[in-house]
């Protein structure tokens, strides 16, 4: 039985407590959330009776083999810092931290402890982006060249996450290092990113509009587009549509999971719609799956004794193409993410 604590009943929460109630050999023994009245909805709602307001106090009753951190980013180096001195395994939400800075330091303190930390970088786990990923590993369409990964909508995220309206940074910081996350699970590492940012909605602060041209050093060249200005029909949130060309064919994620591949002169189109889980809401399933996924690959790697995908080492330069983004768009440059 692998032991879990959970810290910061939320908004999202309740979709990674879902998510361990429905795999074999876990338990969540430990809450945490500072304010009171979302720990006792949270922990009456999951039948979790040790319930904590203060997350040091949780950790030093220990009785738990790991960590789920579900707070906003701020909260996250001193929380991941106390699980390594702990002696915990950790899963942490995105954005992993603040600052790079951080995020080394966060790194570095789980792997001196000898333990495994995953970002809980979930985009790429998602179903029908995952058919992409091993269509394309498997040689489907050859060796690609050119990708787009774009997210476009106008679904209203601010009623559920407030502070998304708030902060100086927006949408690359929330949004857009899912998608960058997936190009690079699609393309590899980045040598270089042009980034241009706009604030359409006047109601919130930072940029909900970002267009993104990443140069890998595999030769790909990718579009990562990413906007919550966009008012179409139909609304796609929160479908991340993908296009790829390769040399030996081209391959489409199209609205409505739809997965079309094209090549020696035939096209194969098959549905790779998530499923709804008895627990989850339309339009909100394709992320609560992917969450569900995440979870299982974690546990499976704890197993094993292998590294998550999605793992802080790796999760690292996915931050750093976030931060190069935003120092292209603010110097009007093209940045190597390896500067920063
Ligand atoms: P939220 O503000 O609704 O919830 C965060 C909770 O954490 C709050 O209840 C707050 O009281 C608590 N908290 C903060 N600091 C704490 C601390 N030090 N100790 C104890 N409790 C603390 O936020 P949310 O919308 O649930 O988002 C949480 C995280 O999940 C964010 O990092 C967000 O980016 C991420 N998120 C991820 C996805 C995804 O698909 N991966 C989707 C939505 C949100
Ligand atoms: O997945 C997320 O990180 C969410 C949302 C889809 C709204 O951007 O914050």
Redesign the pocket.
């Known amino acids: 039985m692998l032991r879990i604590a959970l810290?910061?009943?939320?908004?999202?929460?309740q979709n990674q407590l879902h998510g361990w109630e429905d795999l074999d050999g876990i338990e969540v023994v430990a809450l945490?959330?500072?304010?009171r009245a979302?720990l006792d909805a949270m922990g009456d709602a999951f039948r979790i009776a040790r319930r904590y307001t203060d997350?040091a106090e949780m950790f030093a009753d220990g009785g738990f083999d790991a960590v789920d951190i579900?707070?906003?980013?701020s909260?996250h180096r001193?929380?991941v810092e106390m699980a390594a001195d702990a002696g915990l395994h950790v899963i942490c939400?995105?954005?992993f931290a603040q600052t790079l800075t951080d995020a080394r330091h966060m790194v570095e303190a789980v792997e001196r402890a000898g333990k495994t930390l995953m970002v809980?970088e979930?985009f790429r786990w998602q179903l029908p982006v995952r058919a992409v990923i091993e269509a394309l590993r498997g040689g489907a369409i050859g060796t690609p060249f050119f990708g787009r990964v774009s997210f476009r909508s106008a679904y209203d995220v601010f009623s559920g996450?407030p502070?998304l309206a708030e902060g100086e940074r927006f949408i690359i910081e929330?949004l857009g290092i899912h998608i960058l996350d997936i190009s690079r699970a699609l393309f590899g590492d980045v040598d270089r990113i042009t980034a241009t940012t706009r604030r359409v909605n006047p109601r919130i602060r930072g940029e909900d509009v970002a267009t993104m041209l990443l140069s890998h050093a595999s030769g790909v060249t990718s579009v990562v587009d990413c906007s919550y200005a966009t008012r179409r029909m139909p609304e796609t949130f929160p479908e991340t549509l993908i296009e790829i060309d390769g040399t030996g064919g081209v391959l489409r994620l199209d609205v409505g999971y739809r997965l079309t591949i094209q090549k020696d002169g035939g096209t194969e189109s098959r549905d790779v719609s998530p499923p709804l889980l008895p627990w989850a809401e339309k339009p909100w399933h394709n992320?609560q799956e992917s969450v569900a996924i995440i979870q299982r690959h974690f546990t499976e790697c704890l197993r094993a004794g292998t590294q998550p995908e999605t793992s802080g080492r790796d999760n690292l330069q996915t931050l750093a193409l976030v931060e190069a983004a935003y120092r292209s768009a603010a110097e009007a440059r093209s940045v190597d993410p390896g500067e920063l």
């Not at 579900?70 to 980013?73: D, F, G, I, S, Y």
């Open positions: 810290v910061g009943c939320g908004f999202f929460a945490c959330d500072r304010d979302r997350a579900a707070t906003t980013v909260s001193a929380l939400q995105k954005p809980h979930n996450q502070y929330d992320i």
